[in-house]
């Protein structure tokens, strides 16, 4: 390296604390940038995306972030778990299987080893997302005083609104052991009390231009319930890709909750992904193709909960 290099390298500054990060952050402002496992940022800086700042803040020296916690409610997952501890963990594996599937499709395996959760979700476009909002996921972040709590959902509006101000610190990020409703559930005629089984049904789909290691053009996650009369009895839908901000289908989950999967609900489901989502365009696949990819992967699903 010679002086030219050593001086424009950027100043790497090791917190222990959320609040000391914040306290950088604050002191640098643009010239300051929190970096985790920095695989997405080198990506930024090679391309000319953006240039390296004067200071990092590396959160990986923050304490206590780096595990995956079993609570009584849900399981917290640190924000600095890379996605390689993510996806070999049993516990994820068994009872949140979208977001290991949805990890093993990102990047390779070298990469995994450095990417973190939390850089995945602070990007506010990875590929984990969709799974984590499937799931219902909150996030814990540092606002400068405090902890907060809130769904994984409202964060990525807040912080995807430039108005809304400065970069948050995310922490943690929390699956909530919410069931769904129970594997025998009295439904229809309450004279008859009839006893409908209950199935349910999961799935996370990545579609990129090619089979493995590529970018997105589409993320889907979909999770239900469905009684053997295939009356759909639980449904969230969370899609995303490319440079889309991930977002649940609430409206179209609200519409077809309730109903039987039948041809005509597959059409309705699938007009409604062409209305409600709005996905970007980029160099690699036109809005309305994403939109297509989106309704067609998600039709597919619900037709396969129903006929199997
Ligand atoms: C070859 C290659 C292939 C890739 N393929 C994929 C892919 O298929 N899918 C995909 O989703 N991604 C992909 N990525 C991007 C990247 O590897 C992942 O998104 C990864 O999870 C980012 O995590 P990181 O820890 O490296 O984040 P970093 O690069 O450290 O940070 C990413 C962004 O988040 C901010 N940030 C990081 N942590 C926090 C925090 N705790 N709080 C607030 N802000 C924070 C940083 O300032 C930065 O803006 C790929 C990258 C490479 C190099």
């Not at 559930?185 to 199935?199: H, L, M, R, V």
């Amino acid at each position: 390296m010679n002086a030219q290099e050593i001086m424009s390298s950027p100043l790497v500054w090791h917190p222990q604390t959320a609040a000391e990060a914040w306290l950088l952050k604050q002191s640098y402002g643009f010239d300051g940038l929190y970096i985790s496992g920095g695989t997405l940022l080198r990506t930024q800086w090679e391309s000319g995306v953006s240039a390296i700042p004067k200071h990092l803040i590396n959160l990986s020296t923050i304490r206590g972030l780096n595990e995956v916690k079993i609570g009584e409610s849900g399981v917290i997952i640190g924000g600095q778990v890379t996605l390689q501890a993510c996806r070999t963990n049993a516990f994820l594996q068994r009872n949140f299987p979208l977001v290991t599937d949805a990890v093993r499709a990102i990047a390779a395996p070298s990469i995994r080893h450095l990417a973190t959760i939390g850089g995945n979700v602070s990007s506010l476009v990875g590929d984990a997302i969709p799974a984590l909002l499937a799931y219902d996921a909150e996030v814990i972040w540092y606002n400068g005083a405090i902890e907060q709590r809130a769904p994984l959902s409202s964060y990525l509006l807040l912080a995807n609104d430039p108005a809304q101000g400065c970069e948050r610190l995310l922490l943690s990020i929390i699956l909530p052991f919410t069931r769904f409703k129970e594997e025998n559930t009295a439904c229809g005629d309450e004279e008859e009390n009839t006893i409908s089984k209950i199935k349910h049904f999961g799935a996370y789909h990545k579609v990129g231009r090619r089979e493995a290691f590529t970018p997105s053009i589409v993320t889907a996650a979909i999770l239900g319930a469905i009684s053997s009369a295939g009356v759909l009895m639980e449904l969230r839908i969370a899609l995303g890709g490319g440079q889309t901000l991930p977002q649940r289908l609430e409206r179209l989950e609200a519409e077809i909750v309730g109903a039987a999967v039948d041809h005509q609900l597959l059409q309705q489901a699938y007009d409604c992904i062409l209305q409600e989502y709005e996905p970007r365009e980029d160099l690699f696949a036109s809005s309305s193709y994403r939109k297509i990819t989106a309704a067609n992967v998600i039709a597919a699903e619900l037709w396969k909960a129903a006929r199997d």
